[in-house]
């Protein structure tokens, strides 16, 4: 609770369960137990051929691609999205995250702790 | 409002101004003009030798480290972050961001829209 600055690596990876799932890692880099109050950052990681489910919530997306080539699906969109694209999902949208490159795919990915 | 993926490079870029600001251009990335109502994710750049303006506010800021290296002054303590690094400003804290390398320094900070 208060300042903090620390390379992303030092934070704990987990694997995320779920059937829709493949190849997928988190790290939760700042969250309520920071005394962040109103929103999450997570840094993922896809392997190759991996992907996120293909779900939808009440919550917004706010994305920024690290490194490697992603296909966002989103409603009845798809777009391929390279280092440095900004990608909004809409609350109630469904939509997914898949690695269609040949390194692993690096995002930041912020969601609200309040609807 | 909807779908957005978009590379950062296509959002317009702002100077920001003021006396304590040095060499700091902006670019608001995701915002309520999406339709992101809860939190905004911005992209600076701050040129060698620039810096942000020692302040405090209400607000916390959730940033990352994209490219360059920075002094980031909270309260009573310094850091140097580099690329990969996670910063936490907590609210109420005075702070600011200098580039103290000798390349263009990157990052994305975000703020929420209600304290």
Redesign the interface.
Known sequence: ?????????K?KEEKVEGPEFKGVKVRW??TKE??????A?R?FEIEPGGHSAYHSHAW?H?T?I?DGECL?K??E?E?R??P???????PN?I?NFKNVGNKVLKF?C?V?Y??
Chains 1, 2 share one sequence.
Do not use: R
Request: proline fraction near 7%; glycine fraction near 8%; charge should be negative.
């Open positions: 609770m208060g300042f903090k600055a620390v390379p992303f690596s934070i880099l700042i920071d005394g962040a109050e109103n929103f950052m840094y917004e706010e920024f690290l966002v989103c409603g969109t777009k999205a390279t440095g694209y900004v990608i909004f999902i809409p949208t939509h930041l912020l609200p309040e609807e």
